[in-house]
């Protein structure tokens, strides 16, 4: 049996203020159900991928000039942001990006905007992410402002959730938590994978911790995928152990 592919970047070209070219020929495939890691380190690339995906470039004045990308078959990369929350892709930004001086229940509900749900639905998906994420239904009357960055970590995943998406572009979930923390968050997105079925793309410097938990990775390199292939496989390669293991 062969898993559908949800999305598919084709060779991407994308360039900053007309003359910074940061991606140079990008290519890979998200499978439905999947986990797919893009890994590499600082400034190789990883978050600009997941905004050309997603189609936050533009705020950046970076923009996709040559290359395609297809999500369930469809041409992708000229609908807004909104439009392609509405197919079911949203991302989770780096840095996490809460609204400081909202509730965190508050900041779950605002993730509810793009579509036109019934309270009851809304309730209900609310319980699904008061389920994944317990320590949010304990802090949801506080201001997100002053939770810590795990917590709001959580809120912005929490948040993506709300919007009832299909694959979830997650940049960078580790970045300036503990360990521990780290570990948490990923077992949760691994259950929300297990469970809730939610395809993943996420960027990861930490490749130690995102192969264990991913199915996929591909290894960016100033701008261009060095190397790809099942997590397990990465895990034992020589050149990924040299340069990417030993590290993070
Ligand atoms: P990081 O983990 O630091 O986010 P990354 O792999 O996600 O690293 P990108 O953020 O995609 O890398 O950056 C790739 C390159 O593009 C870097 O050299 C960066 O300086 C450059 N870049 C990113 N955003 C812009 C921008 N708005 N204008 C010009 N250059 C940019």
């Known amino acids: 049996t062969q898993t559908e592919t949800l999305l598919e970047v084709n060779n991407i070209e994308v360039i900053y203020n007309h003359v910074i070219l940061v991606l140079k020929g990008v290519s890979l495939k998200v499978p439905k159900g999947g986990i797919t ?12 991928t997941l905004k050309a ?19 369930r078959g469809e041409r992708v990369q000229d609908l807004t942001p909104n439009d392609l929350v509405r197919k079911g892709v949203i991302q989770v930004m780096e840095g996490r990006h809460c609204f400081e001086h909202l509730t965190v229940e508050e900041n779950l509900l605002t993730g509810a905007y793009t579509r036109a749900a019934s309270r009851g639905d809304v309730d209900a998906d609310l319980e699904m992410v008061y389920e994944y994420f317990p320590r949010l239904k304990e802090r949801r009357r506080s201001q997100a402002g002053y939770t810590s ?16 998406p299909e694959t979830i572009l997650l940049d960078e979930p580790s970045m300036g938590l503990a360990p521990q923390l780290v570990e948490q968050i990923f077992n949760i997105v691994k259950s929300l994978n297990e469970e809730q079925g939610y395809t993943f793309l996420l960027a990861e410097q930490n490749t130690n911790v995102a192969l264990r938990f991913a199915h996929y990775g591909y290894i960016l390199e100033s701008g261009r995928v060095v190397m790809d292939g099942p997590a397990d496989d990465l895990r034992e390669n020589p050149d990924v152990k040299e340069f990417y293991l030993g590290m993070s």
């Open 37 to 48: 890691a893009l890994l590499g380190g600082n400034g190789a690339g990883k978050t600009t």
């Open 149 to 164: 960055g795990g917590e709001q970590q959580m809120v912005a995943i929490g948040r993506a959730l709300m919007s009832r």
């Open 53 to 71: 995906v997603s189609n936050l470039l533009a705020s950046e004045r970076g923009e996709v000039t040559k290359g395609s990308i297809i999500y």
